[in-house]
């Protein structure tokens, strides 16, 4: 699976942003899909993950509330839709795809290559 993750960029605080990440593969509605994301100086970290079948969702507890994961199998394509964005937002987000849902790194086997998510205050 090849992943290509965009729609990043810089937007003010409060406001809101969707990510795609677009998969290649006739094996993608397999795939648990993930998204993590790394800010300078930091590790990355779990962010949202999404089952195969879009019945079950994880977030982690800093955006629980203000971001929405979702998928599109018929167009292999998993979104990640950012609100009520904050500063500490600021990150590389990444899509990422794993035999089944998970919300850590090294459960995750496909990478995609990051997009810039900016928020200004």
């Known amino acids: 699976v090849q992943l290509q993750a965009f729609g990043g960029g810089l937007v003010q605080a409060g406001g809101s942003l969707r990510l795609s990440c677009a998969a290649s593969?006739?094996?993608?509605?397999?795939?648990?899909m993930g998204w993590f994301r790394q800010a300078p100086g930091k590790e990355r970290e779990f962010v949202a993950a999404?089952?195969?079948?879009?019945?079950?969702?994880y977030y982690a507890d800093s955006v629980k509330g203000r971001f929405t994961i979702s998928r599109d199998n018929a167009k292999n394509t998993v979104y990640l839709q950012m609100n009520s964005l904050k500063p500490e937002d600021t990150a590389v987000y990444y899509c990422?795809?794993?035999?089944?849902?998970?919300?850590?790194?090294?459960?995750?086997?496909?990478w995609g290559q990051g997009t810039q998510v900016t928020v200004s205050s």
């Open positions: 990422a795809a794993a035999g089944f849902i998970a919300t850590i790194e090294y459960e995750y086997d496909y």
């Open positions: 999404i089952s195969w079948s879009g019945g079950s969702t």
């Open positions: 593969g006739r094996t993608f509605s397999s795939y648990g």
